[in-house]
């Protein structure tokens, strides 16, 4: 890699960062599309934001990912949102252009584009584990398709008006409960979806997972979980054991990031790459 005066910068803001295999896949296609770019892991501390987007514009850097635990707060910063991330409440990617930050969301497509791709419908109904970033941008595009949401959450109120949210911006009937709600009974039975969109069970803790009795779902059911590394959770492994279908987070960490990579560069990303070196990776990191 060749770092010059006309190397333009972009990266990645979150906090921590340790694991983050975003500027592996994001250099890997700079590099193969001969783009004289680099992709850098910017470790930010909650309340760093407004000095991060005036020194990202000062600093010339042409834009960059958000991810936990920014996605939602990092909003105030920025001189625009696109419709789909205001329409969510969540930003994954800002793109800097003639010194305005204009955040976008490749979240909750990149996911429905992996559903697609694993032959999954669109469920009616979908119970989600968690309420941050993810979460909202998940639960809105399954909301514009249809699907009843639920989201269960450690903090009944934050779950709660995220449903209301969903529900005043789609249309769509949404749920908010606690993890430990009798009203859980409610839904699982009908739920077609599954889907962890919280850290636990990400990489270095491999052995956790959510607190969710899987048995009680409907056979036909299909669990999901956003976590990509590793590639299969313990959620996961769970579910296949019990017979159930399951979907990795690595098709969706791919579509949001070929579709940030795209919004970078205006080139089509080598997404069959980008995917091919991502799941070596990770493979060689489980042996």
Not at 72 to 99: K, Q, R, W
Not at 159 to 184: N, P
Not at 198 to 227: C, E, H, W
Request: aromatic share 6%; hydrophobic share 40%.
């Amino acid at each position: 890699m060749r770092i010059d005066q006309g190397t333009r910068v972009y990266g990645l803001i979150g906090y921590p960062l340790d694991h983050s295999l975003s500027p592996f896949i994001h250099n890997l296609a700079f590099e193969a599309m001969g783009i004289n770019a680099v992709y850098l892991p910017f470790p930010v501390k909650p309340g760093r934001l407004s000095a991060v987007v005036e020194g990202a514009r000062a600093l010339g850097i042409r834009g960059f990912n958000v991810t936990i635990p920014h996605k939602e707060t990092i909003i105030p910063f920025l001189d625009g949102i696109s419709p789909e991330a205001e329409a969510c409440g969540s930003v994954n990617t800002v793109l800097i252009e003639e010194d305005r930050a204009v955040g976008h969301n490749t979240d909750g497509i990149g996911f429905m584009d992996s559903l697609e791709q694993e032959g999954v419908e669109v469920p009616r109904m979908a119970i989600i584990l968690g309420a941050g970033g993810a979460a909202r941008a998940i639960g809105h595009q399954l909301a514009l398709r249809g699907t009843v949401t639920v989201f269960l959450n450690r903090t009944p109120e934050r779950a709660e008006k995220l449903a209301c949210d969903i529900t005043r911006i789609t249309g769509q009937e949404s749920f908010g409960v606690s993890w430990d709600s009798d009203r859980i009974s409610d839904f699982v039975q009908d739920a077609e979806l599954l889907i962890n969109t919280t850290p636990v069970g990400m990489y270095p803790g491999i052995d956790q997972r959510p607190p969710f009795v899987l048995k009680n779902l409907n056979p036909k059911s299909v669990v999901a979980d956003i976590i990509y590394n590793p590639p299969k959770t313990r959620l996961l492994r769970e579910a296949e054991a019990l017979g159930l279908k399951t979907v990795s987070g690595l098709g969706m960490f791919v579509n949001q990031g070929v579709r940030s990579w795209e919004m970078f560069t205006g080139r089509e990303a080598p997404r069959k790459l980008m995917e091919d070196e991502l799941r070596g990776l990770l493979l060689k990191n489980e042996t």
